[in-house]
């Protein structure tokens, strides 16, 4: 039986992990698994007049709308027989999405034993609608709510992820992960939501040996895929530093590739930096998300000082790691100062660039019960989460400010925040250019700008490549690769 994965057709040179390691576990049970964008007509030349299929899709909440009309629509035009299947973080935390037209089931929370075992069971010609994590229509239309199984406690008994369904673009770092989980609990993040659904009491990160993560990096890099990896974890640098000692010695030893990845303030400190130093990160991202102690701890219960944070950038940038920031404005409790406090706490330490998003409190987070409870959920926000129409999140803000000019300085100091970090004379100005009605403007210099911050990391990146003495050896062996395949196709032409 074949699994058709859907993916967004502006989203498919991106790594999407889920799906590679859905695809890795059904592969290794002989199932035929494929990877399709969202164009009809690709989808009907891989599914029709065929036995039946299953139209897969991995949906975070920003595709949902997307994604599900699309479904709508390929189903009135497949002859065969088809089942429509979700899963992902939209389905996992709106799981009343099974109730939408065209959905046939919806699987919540880790999927690769829950999806083996439904098709396994379709394979078999059974019914699925008993299979755990999954809320399933049947033929009447009434739904099956089924339990979660326990997580897996061993990752690496996992297939590594399928590499052949996406093709990022060569100077891409491929994406990895370490383990799965986030012991903290801040109030904007789906982690804590995972854990209680999962009801952990203690949660708690699941990491893969060392072994298993440099086993598969290394076979990448023996495929000639890779020129250099980005750990997609939450936090990379989690205790105990033994782990990260142990991988820098194995990864330097056996792939010795360029990295990048995510860390977290309180977990850094100078060892935690040599070492990562020392395994190979060139650059790692780090979440700032406000300047506002007060408003950091009460809100978005991150506790940590700016003295703390100011430190970890000071230290991982005098480790030689190139920083940038992630940062949250318009928050609930906040206000405009609040936003400005948070860019100049990334000004004292000066990271290569700051990503700022303007919150948006998704249903099921806590931050989205604060902002109701402080009324400034709006109707509009509220009416957007129930039929997600939009691409809503971090570019406009959502919730209800105190008043217009609130929201217009908010909006603003979004599109001027990457810049003023790049030009910190702009920050004097921030209250004046905030101000005025010239939102697409900044827009546009910010877009640009980003284009240009990435040229420059991706420069950063090469330097670092061709110092790990591996640069000239991939384009060597890309050349003689393209050259084989070029002559394969002459001759097939010929023939
Ligand atoms: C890497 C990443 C990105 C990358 C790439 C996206 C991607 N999905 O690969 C980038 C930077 C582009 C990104 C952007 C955004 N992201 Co993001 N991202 C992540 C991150 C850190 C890792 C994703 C990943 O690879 N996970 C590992 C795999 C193994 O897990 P998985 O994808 O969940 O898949 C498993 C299950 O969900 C399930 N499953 C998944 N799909 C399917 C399909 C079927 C049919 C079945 C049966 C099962 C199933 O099985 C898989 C294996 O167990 C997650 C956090 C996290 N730890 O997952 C956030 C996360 C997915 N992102 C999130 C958000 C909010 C965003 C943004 C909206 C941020 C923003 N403000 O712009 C954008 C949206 C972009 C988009 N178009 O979707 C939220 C999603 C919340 C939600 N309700 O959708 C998450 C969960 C972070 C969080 N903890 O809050 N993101
Ligand atoms: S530390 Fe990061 S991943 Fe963990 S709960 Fe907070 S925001 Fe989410």
């Known amino acids: 039986m074949k699994v058709v994965f859907i993916v967004g057709k502006r989203y498919m040179p991106r790594e999407w992990l889920g799906v590679m390691y859905l695809s890795a576990i059904l592969k ?91 098709m396994t069971l ?4 059974r019914s699925p609608v ?70 952990l009491k203690k949660p708690s990160l699941r990491r893969r040996s060392v072994d298993s993560v440099v086993a598969e990096l290394e076979q990448l890099k023996a495929s000639g895929q890779a020129l250099a990896f980005q750990s997609v974890d939450d936090i990379f640098c989690f205790p105990p530093i033994e782990w990260l000692e142990e991988f820098a010695e194995k990864y330097t030893a056996r792939v010795g590739l360029p990295l990048g990845g995510n860390v977290r303030a309180n977990l850094v ?16 991202a780090m979440g700032v998300e406000c300047g506002n102690e007060e408003v950091r701890k009460k809100i978005l219960k991150r506790h940590m000082s700016n003295e703390m944070i100011v430190n970890a950038g000071l230290t991982l940038r005098e480790a030689g790691i190139r920083v940038s920031t992630y940062n949250l404005l318009g928050l609930p409790g906040g206000s405009f100062e609040v936003d400005l406090e948070t860019l100049k706490l990334n000004l004292a330490f000066k990271p290569i660039h700051g990503i700022a998003f303007i919150l948006g409190a998704y249903k099921g987070t806590e931050i989205h019960d604060i902002a109701q409870a402080m009324g400034m959920l709006s109707e509009d926000f509220v009416q957007e989460m129930r039929d997600t129409s939009k691409e809503m999140y971090g570019w406009h803000p959502h919730l209800r400010f105190k008043d217009e000019r609130e929201a217009l300085r908010v909006e603003n100091l979004h599109k001027l925040f990457g810049l003023t970090i790049g030009f910190p004379f702009l920050y004097r100005f921030l209250p004046w250019l905030s101000d005025r009605r010239w939102t697409r403007f900044y827009g546009f210099l910010s877009v640009w700008y980003f284009r240009f911050i990435l040229v420059v990391q991706i420069l950063a990146l090469t330097g670092a490549i061709r110092r790990s003495g591996y640069l000239g050896k991939y384009l060597a062996s890309w050349f003689s690769r393209n050259g084989q395949t070029k002559g394969k196709i002459d001759a097939a032409e010929h023939a």
């Open 269 to 284: 400190n100078r060892d935690v930096a040599r070492v990562m130093k020392q395994a190979g990160f060139f650059a790692v």
């Open 130 to 199: 008993n299979c755990r994590n999954w809320h399933v229509k049947d033929e009447e239309g009434n739904i099956h709510r089924n339990p979660l199984r326990p997580l897996r406690e061993n990752l690496d008994d996992l297939p590594f992820p399928d590499r052949t369904l996406f093709r990022p673009p060569h100077f891409m770092p491929l994406s990895f992960m370490a383990g799965r989980g986030c012991p903290y609990g801040c109030t904007y993040c789906f982690n804590r939501a995972y854990n209680k659904l999962y009801g």
């Open 122 to 125: 379709l394979r078999e010609g």
């Open 28 to 118: 290794e049970n002989d199932f035929d698994v494929t990877v399709c964008p969202t164009d009809a007509e690709r989808v009907r030349e891989e599914v029709n007049g065929g036995p039946p299929a299953v139209l897969a899709y991995s949906m975070p909440t920003l595709v949902a709308a997307q994604y599900l009309q699309f479904n709508r629509e390929i189903r009135g035009k497949l002859k065969n027989r088809v089942w429509s299947v979700f899963g992902g973080p939209h389905p996992t935390y709106y799981p009343e999405m099974v109730e939408e037209e065209g959905v046939d089931a919806i699987c919540r929370g880790e999927g690769e034993d829950a999806f083996l075992e439904f």
